[in-house]
C-alpha cells in the first residue's frame, strides 16, 4: 500500500515516538520537498528541545591505531597505511588533564574512544578508573571502546560510565561492504549488553561511504525501530582519510546529508542528534541547516579522535551568528556533587 504522506507528516508532527517504523514511510519522508522534511523536523524538535540549545560533547582518543578491524573508514585500522601510529593506553593522568581541559571549555560530556575491537577485561579496570575520576569532575561520560560482553557492560556502568557509542554506521546490507571481520548482529549485541547494563545508547552512522539512498533509509530503519531509541544519534559525515579504502571517492550531496539529519530528527523524535565528524569540512551555512534539521549536538574541540574538527574560535563564531546556547546535561542526571558546580 503506498503511504499516505500527508497522514503521515501529520502523525509524525505529534512528536509520538514509535518503533514500527516502516522502510516505505521513512522513504517517504527521505522525499518530501526540502521546505516541508525542515517544517516536519522543525515542529518535532521543538516540541521536545529548545531550538536554540546544542549539547556539547569533547573526544578524546585514549588508545589509538593498529586496530583489528578493518571498517574502510577508519585511519586507526591496521589494514591500512594511513600514518597513524598505534600507540598504548593513555595513562589516568593524562586523560583526566585533558577531560578538565573539556570542561573549561564548556564540554558537559567526555568521550573517550580506543581502537579497540573489543577491551580485555584488564582494560575494562583502567578504563573504569578514568571513568570514574572523568564523573567526578562533574561531567557525563561517555566511551566507545568496540563489543562488549554483559559483564563488561555491567563493569562499566558500575564505574560510572553514563553514555556508550557503538554505531551502526550503514544499513545492513551495506555493512559487508564497509567491514568483514564483524557482523550486523555482533554490533545488535553488543547494543543489547549496554541497555541491559542500565546504559544510555549512543548508536548512529556515516553518510559518505558509497552508499545509496535506501542504504541511509535501512540505516534510520534499523535505528528507529531499536527496542527503545538511542538517546543519542551521531550523524557522521565520512572524513576521506589518505590511505583508507574509502579515500577519494565522490563526497555526498550536502543537501542529502541534511535530509539524512532532519529524517532522523523525525523518526526517534526525543533524541538529541548529534552533527558528528566531518564539520571541519563543511561551511557554515551547511552546519546551520543541519541544526535547522533538528541536529543538537556536536564535538567541541580541535581534534575528534585522530582527525582535525573546528577548533573553538571558528566555533564561538558560528554559535555567535545562530544564536546558539549550551546544552548543560542534556539527558543524564549526574549523581556526582561536583555536577552542581
Ligand atoms: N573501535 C570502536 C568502534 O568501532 O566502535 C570505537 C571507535 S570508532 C573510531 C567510533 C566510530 O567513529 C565508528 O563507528 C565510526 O562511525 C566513526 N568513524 C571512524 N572513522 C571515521 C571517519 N573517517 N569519518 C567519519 N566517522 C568515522
Ligand atoms: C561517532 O559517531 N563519531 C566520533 C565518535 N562517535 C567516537 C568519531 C569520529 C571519528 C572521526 C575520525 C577520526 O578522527 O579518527
Ligand atoms: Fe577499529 Fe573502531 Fe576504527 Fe573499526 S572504527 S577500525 S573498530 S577503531
Not at 600514518?83 to 560530556?109: F, H, I, N, P, W
Request: with cysteine; net charge negative.
Amino acid at each position: 500500500m503506498p503511504v499516505d504522506v500527508t497522514a503521515l507528516a501529520r502523525q509524525c508532527s505529534s512528536g509520538q515516538p514509535r518503533h514500527n517504523w516502516t522502510r516505505a514511510e521513512i522513504a517517504a519522508l527521505f522525499a518530501l520537498p526540502f521546505s516541508d522534511l525542515i517544517f516536519l523536523a522543525q515542529q518535532v524538535h521543538r516540541r521536545h528541545f529548545d531550538a536554540n540549545a546544542v549539547q556539547m560533547s569533547s573526544l578524546l582518543s585514549i588508545k589509538t591505531g593498529g586496530c583489528p578491524e578493518d571498517c574502510a573508514y577508519c585511519p586507526q585500522s591496521a589494514a591500512f597505511e594511513t600514518g597513524v601510529e598505534a600507540g598504548k593506553l593513555m595513562d589516568l593522568e593524562a586523560t583526566l588533564q585533558a577531560a578538565r581541559a573539556a570542561k573549561k571549555d564548556g564540554a558537559s560530556r567526555f568521550c573517550m574512544g580506543a581502537a579497540w575491537r573489543n577491551p580485555k577485561d584488564r582494560d575494562i579496570e583502567k578504563v573504569g578508573r578514568m571513568i570514574a575520576e572523568v564523573k567526578a569532575l562533574g561531567m557525563e561520560t561517555c566511551a566507545t571502546l568496540g563489543m562488549l560482553t554483559p559483564d563488561q557492560a555491567q563493569r562499566l556502568r558500575a564505574a560510572g560510565l553514563d553514555y556508550y557509542n557503538h554505531n551502526l554506521d550503514t544499513s545492513p546490507e551495506h555493512y559487508g561492504a564497509i567491514i568483514t571481520t564483524r557482523t550486523y548482529q555482533d554490533r545488535l549485541d553488543t547494543l543489547a549488553h549496554v541497555r541491559a547494563a542500565g546504559m544510555k545508547v549512543c548508536c548512529g552512522g556515516i553518510v559518505g561511504l558509497g552508499e545509496s539512498s535506501d542504504d541511509r533509509i535501512g540505516l534510520l530503519h534499523s535505528l528507529a525501530t531499536l527496542p527503545a531509541h538511542p538517546e543519542s544519534v551521531p550523524v557522521n559525515m565520512l572524513v576521506q582519510v589518505e590511505g583508507t579504502p574509502l579515500a577519494g571517492q565522490a563526497k555526498p550531496d550536502g543537501i542529502d546529508f541534511v535530509r539524512t539529519i532532519a529524517v532522523a530528527r523525525i523518526v526517534m523524535p526525543e533524541s538529541v542528534v548529534r552533527l558528528s565528524a566531518g564539520r571541519e569540512e563543511m561551511s557554515d551555512e551547511l552546519q546551520a541547516l543541519a541544526f535547522l534539521a533538528g541536529a543538537n549536538s556536536i564535538f567541541l574541540g580541535d581534534r575528534l579522535l585522530t582527525t582535525k574538527n573546528p577548533g573553538q574560535d571558528r566555533d564561538g563564531a558560528l554559535f555567535g551568528k545562530l544564536g546558539i546556547t549550551p546544552m548543560p546535561y542534556a539527558t543524564a542526571e549526574l549523581d556526582s556533587p561536583a555536577a552542581a558546580e
